[in-house]
């Protein structure tokens, strides 16, 4: 009973930067169509700028927090507007190399700035573990959680309740109609893709405290927050939280019970699964180009 | 191009690769060329599937790493010998593929490339956890030289000759597959697929038989590149090398069996000039991917001729 709540905390630490990192990869998909292979170096960027203001540069930790946050989004912007807006020819492969050449290129400005080395910083908090039921519960894992829960609720307030939100979905349904109707389709664009590298940056900054952050750390987060967007259902807001959560209680239940080598497989065995067997996700929606 | 230009080409190749391995005697430079080699031999299979087809894979290298490590233990734990140890190494690639493929080839667009994603990386996990067959994450070790008949293929020159003689066979193979019926019905799957079913391909079965080819050639590489180095680590075969493979692709330019050769030769050379820009190596290496993609979509080979066309239309105004 104490080892599976063990497992069920930090499956559940885990899950949430997959959830906030799907929810990034799910929303720039619902509204451009792109998968960013280069989400994870956002995440990387965001702890690393988290690490150097709070650590280095002693911000207090809220104002580092949203700072690094504009600088990551605007870095997603800055990206958007030299690397993907010139495409003429926006196939998915083309994509696809473009946005890798944008993870291999990021991976390098992450190392000539931070270097090789590997950098941590306190919890954003000091206090001492929780004790649940004879487990541990760390006081960061419910930072996180209180923060991705607030994240939800903001991004569901900004989809159903503000103009701007609306005419995001409107754009994800149609691009096309949207245009007619008025819709700066262009400006939606550009707005998903600050939405979606600063979701990153979220993730990378609250995670800043219980990893230790090095230039080479997104392209794994990136993978799994991917197949975590996917196994909730692409394009789905909920879709991601569930997958991302799922996904990170199972991880941390195979390397429970399973073995620890494995836990990277975990992500990728369900991805195939998901593909396979229902590629429309857990509890997305319309169709998908299968055959 | 008609057969006889086709001949001309396959001669000059032939020509300039004996007179390459003839006259260098650099190891430095023999092993960057067996390396290119290896790689065209890779970019050529998934040239098959990618460009002609259509099918996009992001997991090409596990074909590699299946085919490297299915030799390696073989001629090491099992002593086999290397010559039979090939047909078992390009046999298994084949049957893995073939598994794979009748689930994954249903899929397409972003799906598909997701779901050989996975794939590549779960056979590079097991490659790297598997430690009591595959020596895990520190690597292989101790693979022999290949042997056929009474020649040793070790030295660098042998090693030379005999990857761009397979190189060759390949390219050959390549041309008549995609010059013959088969190969036009590959190409009407690449325009529409649903339009090559209406017209009576068997677009499922022709999808899945490239894949499997395309697989076996890639572990035919993983077997030379094996038997090259008689080292063999996993980080060889992750995702990054997968996307090397496409993105060699794409540079060299899809459905073009030179574009391949081009590809690797450029993907191979590319890192070693880099090395000049030490620490920035990794930052010019992503700008040039994506100055390549977004101001020649089309890749090398193509971009290059659409840039001369448009010159020659300009000036013929």
């Given amino acids: 009973m ?7 905390f930090s499956g559940l630490t885990n899950g949430a930067i997959y959830a906030v990192i799907a929810l990034g990869f799910s929303m720039l998909y619902s509204s451009t169509e792109l998968i960013n ?41 800055l990206f958007e507007r030299l690397a993907i807006r010139p495409v003429r ?17 990021l991976r390098g400005v992450g190392m000539l700035i931070w270097g090789k080395d590997a950098h ?21 894992s419910i930072w996180i959680l209180i923060i991705v829960a607030a994240l939800t609720a903001a991004l569901q307030m900004f989809y159903r309740r503000t103009l701007t939100g609306k005419a995001m979905t409107a754009c994800a349904v149609s691009k096309k109609a949207a245009w007619i109707v008025g819709i700066p389709t262009k400006w939606m664009v550009m707005l998903a893709f600050g939405l979606s590298t600063g979701m990153g940056a979220v993730a990378g900054a609250i995670i800043a405290p219980i990893t230790m952050s090095s230039y080479d750390m997104g392209t794994m987060l990136g993978l799994k927050g991917f197949c975590a967007a996917m196994l909730g259902g692409l394009g789905s807001l909920w879709g991601a939280i569930l997958g991302g959560f799922l996904l990170g209680i199972l991880e941390a239940l195979g390397v429970g019970y399973i073995s620890s080598g494995l836990k990277d497989a ?17 509890i997305g929606a319309g169709e998908v180009k299968r055959f | 191009m008609n057969d006889k230009a086709h001949k001309i080409a396959y001669a000059v190749f032939a020509l300039a690769v004996i007179l390459l391995g003839w006259q260098v005697d650099n190891q430095y430079y023999l092993q960057l060329m067996i ?44 002593q086999v010998a290397p010559v039979l140890a090939l047909p078992a190494a390009v046999g298994t690639a084949m049957l893995v593929a073939w598994i794979v493929g009748i689930p994954t080839l249903r899929l397409s667009g972003y799906y598909l490339g997701m779901g050989t994603l996975g794939f590549g990386m779960i056979v590079h996990i097991v490659l790297r956890e598997w430690s009591s067959v595959t020596g895990g994450a520190s690597g292989f070790v101790g693979i022999p030289p290949l042997e056929i008949g009474l020649v040793v293929f070790a030295s660098g020159k042998n090693y030379f000759f005999l990857v761009w003689a397979v190189v060759l066979l390949c390219l050959i193979m390549c041309r008549r597959i995609i010059d013959s019926r088969v190969g036009r019905a590959l190409r009407s799957i690449h325009d529409g ?40 680590s996993p980080g060889t075969f992750s995702f990054v090398a997968s996307i090397r493979i496409v993105t060699m692709v794409v540079i060299g330019g899809m459905a073009s069996i030179w574009g391949a050769l081009l590809g690797a030769s450029l993907l191979t050379l590319l890192p070693e000039w880099l090395h000049a820009f030490s620490e920035f190596e990794m930052v010019v290496y992503g ?23 448009r010159y020659r239309k300009n000036h013929d105004r």
């Fill in chain 1, 2 to 8: 104490q080892e599976i709540l063990q497992y069920l």
């Fill in chain 1, 37 to 77: 292979f280069a989400h994870g170096e956002f995440v990387m960027l965001g702890a690393l700028c988290m690490v150097t203001l709070a650590v280095n540069l002693g911000f207090p930790l809220i104002p580092a927090f949203f700072l690094s946050i504009c600088a990551v989004a605007a870095a997603g912007l």
């Fill in chain 1, 89 to 105: 020819h926006p196939e998915p492969i083309v994509l696809i190399i473009i946005t890798v050449g944008a993870s291999i290129f």
């Fill in chain 1, 120 to 140: 941590s910083m306190p919890p954003f908090s000091q206090h001492p573990p929780l004790d649940v039921a004879g487990a541990r519960l760390l006081i960061q």
């Fill in chain 1, 266 to 282: 975990t992500a990728f065995v369900l991805l195939l699964l998901v593909l396979y067997v229902r590629p429309q996700g857990i």
């Fill in chain 2, 35 to 78: 390396f290119i080699g290896l790689n065209t031999l890779l970019a050529l299979s998934l040239n098959m599937l990618m460009g002609y087809a259509g099918q996009i894979s992001l997991g090409h290298a596990a074909f590699y790493g299946i085919g490297a490590y299915v030799t390696a233990i073989l001629t090491t734990t099992y």
């Fill in chain 2, 193 to 232: 697929e649903k339009a090559a079913a209406a017209v009576g391909v068997d677009t499922k079965k022709l999808k899945l038989q490239v894949f499997v080819f395309s697989a076996g050639m890639a572990a035919l590489a993983g077997f030379l590149y094996a038997h090259l180095v008689y080292f063999i």
């Fill in chain 2, 287 to 309: 700008l040039i991917l994506m100055g390549v993609m977004i101001f020649l979509p089309r890749g090398l080979t193509r971009g290059v001729l659409d840039v001369y066309e």
